[in-house]
């Protein structure tokens, strides 16, 4: 045999702490041989007290615990001593009814604690089953199924909230991943620690069925085969039984009040001890009182006044030593504690502040004039929300503020239902705005701002109400829709009267999800897109080879996509507008054409939106000869399309189109206009600066089910008209 010699400086404890894992295997192993195989008493003595030790040491080790999910290992741990306490009661069981003699620990437990009163033993015995199982175990099960039902419920909650902290730069990807870790051992324990009650109870139960058994076995056997009379018997085994019982019950209750001490312990960072007394102190008045009503107590007839006296006098010395540490330091435990109570300071609370340099969790921060700061002067911010210091407790989750979380949230949406990942939104507040407003920056340059009122709630008429609310009359800043912040007690009148009520975040929530929608296509950059492709190349290696480098390059790929984002049109089925470019690519190379022709092929997933019911669109069409005269208008160039059109049939059909689609947006319906595919595209960048939000789609881009339901026709202007009636009459 090769002796391994242990490296220098190694303690015996290092080495143990090494080969952790063979000594709880064996541990186990040992614990299932003591349900088959009998110990000898000495050995059998050995393993009560290493019970009882390992029960006392659990609970005092939960004692200094200070965060619960610090001990994660407990229910396993529970666990594994419950298995340990029932094999042991076998074990012991099969020593009484062979033996007639346990050991000595549970001949002194049976002679000493319940002083060989058989009967006194089993009063003591059934109320510490009942403490056990009835109180403790009961209370610290029901305790366990709701902190973990509570926990896993608000999981969603705090990853979201970790996420928003750090899309807005609060915190770094190291402290994300650390939190997220937390978060999630925090479920796992108290998910953990709801089944882990389960063996506790059913110990106990366990414990008095094996007690009874023991003492109706052991009857028989004194009886019917060591010769001993009934009341010889009753007392051997009954004493022996109740012995063995309270040995293997109290260890069961020091775990039961472990579990129940470490499933109601509040994560406070402090021991339990430190906990208690820094909560029961901080009060000196309370102690105070307390010690009066002790004195009290002692001036009552026949109560003892010694004891009550001593106790009230001491509580009332405590708290007069409490109040003057107070009036000295500010705080009844000291100076220590008072800076405790007033948590960090604004130092302290900056990443790595107070670390020494290369220390964990130190961060080097760029000298003034050096390459990194003067860098940090022209990074931009892809998107950026800006608020007015009014606004600052929408965005700060100690006050109960949701912006973080709900800016995360909209991300969330448009990746799930546009097909692009925003990136991360810095949110920060800004000095030179007014306090309650905000706005949105994209790279730097604002693109819509709004006002806010906290506090209060914004009501919109939608439904053309004619109340006239008691408030701040204003306009919605997504839609112009009329509104007016009201107060709360004016919130349920506004709900009767058919207006919708949202509070302020909700306001810039859905500002910011439009604002996004808009310039989704701003936000998709070449690096974007390569993410894209580089995803979409795990599942079809095949389209990508075949599309890049070869057919088309990265850049159209990113101009196609942003049209159709341009156009509110998802992108959710990427691998489909990949195969579409590389069908079409041979065609043409130029975007806007490759956009019009994966239209096409996109039409069956996006045209359903419009719809005014099932398989019918409504929408505003043109008149035939408006169409084959603006065909002749379009001017292309290698990189753009659009229409050359004079003064007057522009305002014609500006005029036409502003009529059609109010009506549609009246009556709730979305401002669609439906026209050849060869006009599509320049009709739409001709007028989308002034109708942003009116859709416009080609007959092509229509699924062959679907039916057109006609809101208008755009007629033709007079000199339209009179252009092509020499066309018809030479045809």
């Known amino acids: 045999m090769i002796a391994v010699a242990p490296t220098p400086g190694s303690s015996p404890v290092a080495m143990l702490m090494k080969r952790a894992d063979l000594v709880f295997t064996a541990g186990l192993f040992l614990t299932v041989l003591l349900l088959l195989v009998p110990v000898p008493t000495l050995l059998l003595d050995t393993l009560l007290a290493l019970n009882l030790g390992l029960s006392l040491l659990v609970l005092l080790a939960i004692v200094y615990v200070k965060d619960p999910p610090e001990f994660s290992s407990f229910p396993t741990l529970l666990l594994a001593l419950t298995l340990f306490r029932l094999a042991l009661n076998i074990s012991t069981t099969r020593q009484v009814l062979v033996q007639g003699y346990g050991g000595e620990v549970i001949e002194a437990f049976g002679h000493f604690v319940i002083r060989g009163n058989y009967i006194v033993g089993a009063v003591v015995f059934l109320i510490l089953v009942v403490i056990n199982f009835v109180v403790i175990t009961k209370g610290a099960g029901r305790i366990a199924e709701v902190s973990a039902r509570f926990t896993l419920d608000a999981l969603p909650g705090k990853q979201m909230a970790i996420d928003a902290e750090l899309n807005a730069g609060i915190i770094d990807e190291a402290t994300a991943t650390a939190r997220r870790l937390k978060v999630q051992k925090e479920a796992d324990f108290y998910g953990a620690m709801d089944g882990a009650s389960k063996f506790v109870r059913g110990d106990a139960i366990a414990g008095i069925i094996i007690t009874l058994v023991n003492v109706i076995g052991g009857f028989a056997i004194g009886v019917m085969q060591m010769g001993l009379s009934l009341g010889e018997s009753l007392q051997k085994f009954t004493l022996l039984s109740i012995g063995d019982g309270l040995v293997s019950q109290i260890p069961a209750l020091v775990l039961s009040v472990g579990a129940g001490l470490l499933v109601t312990r509040a994560s406070d960072n402090a021991n339990l001890g430190t906990q208690l007394a820094g909560q029961l102190l901080r009060y000196p008045r309370a102690m105070k009182i307390s010690g009066g009503i002790m004195v009290a107590f002692g001036l009552m007839p026949g109560m003892p006044a010694l ?112 097909g692009i990942v925003i990136p991360p939104i810095s949110v920060r507040d800004n000095l030179e705005l007014e306090p309650n407003d905000y706005r949105f920056l994209l790279r730097g340059k604002p693109v819509a701002r709004g006002q806010l009122t906290p506090g209060r709630w914004l009501a919109m008429n939608v439904s053309g109400s004619k109340v006239r609310l008691k408030g701040t009359a204003t306009r919605e800043p997504v839609f112009q829709l009329d509104a007016t912040w009201i107060d709360e007690s004016e919130k349920r009148n506004a709900e009767v009267n058919g207006f919708t009520v949202v509070d302020p975040a909700s306001v810039l929530i859905t500002h910011l999800s439009e604002t996004l929608k808009l310039n989704a296509h701003h936000l998709l950059g070449r690096q974007e897109v390569q993410a894209i492709v580089d995803h979409i190349k795990l599942t079809q290696p095949a389209l990508v080879s075949e599309l890049l480098p070869d057919l088309v390059t990265l850049g159209i790929i990113q101009r196609v996509f942003q049209n159709l984002l341009r156009e509110n049109v998802a992108i959710t089925n990427q691998p489909l507008i990949l195969e579409g470019i590389a069908d079409f690519a041979s065609l043409s190379k130029n975007p806007d054409d490759l956009s019009e022709l994966v239209r096409r092929r996109l039409g069956l997933y996006f045209v359903p939106e419009f719809e005014c019911r099932p398989g019918v669109v409504r929408g505003v069409t043109l008149d035939p000869r408006l169409e084959q005269w603006l065909a002749s208008k379009i001017h292309r160039s290698p990189t753009e399309v659009g229409l050359v059109l004079d003064p007057a049939t522009g305002r014609h059909m500006l005029e036409q189109i502003t009529r059609f689609t109010s009506e549609m947006i009246a009556q709730g319906q979305p401002a669609l206009i439906v026209v050849s595919a060869e006009i599509r595209l320049p009709l739409k960048r001709f007028f989308e600066s002034s109708f942003p939000r009116v859709t416009v789609l080609s007959y092509q881009e229509l699924p062959s089910a679907t039916e057109i339901e006609n809101a208008g026709i755009i007629s033709a202007p007079v000199h339209v008209a009179r252009a092509e009636l020499p066309l018809k009459a030479a045809a």
């Open 307 to 418: 004891p009550f006296f001593i106790l009230g006098g001491l509580a009332g010395f405590l708290g007069k030593l409490l109040e003057d540490q107070e009036t000295k330091t500010g705080h009844p435990l000291g100076a220590e504690a008072a800076l405790a109570a007033k948590g960090p300071t604004p130092m302290a609370a900056k990443p790595g502040a107070g670390a020494k340099p290369g220390a964990p969790g130190a961060t080097a921060e760029a000298k003034p004039g050096s390459a990194e700061d003067v860098r940090k002067l022209i990074d931009v911010d892809i998107f950026a929300i800006e608020i007015g210091y009014g606004l600052l407790n929408l965005a700060d989750a100690k006050s109960g503020g949701e912006l973080l979380a709900r800016v995360t949230g909209v991300r969330k949406t448009l990746a799930r239902e546009k």
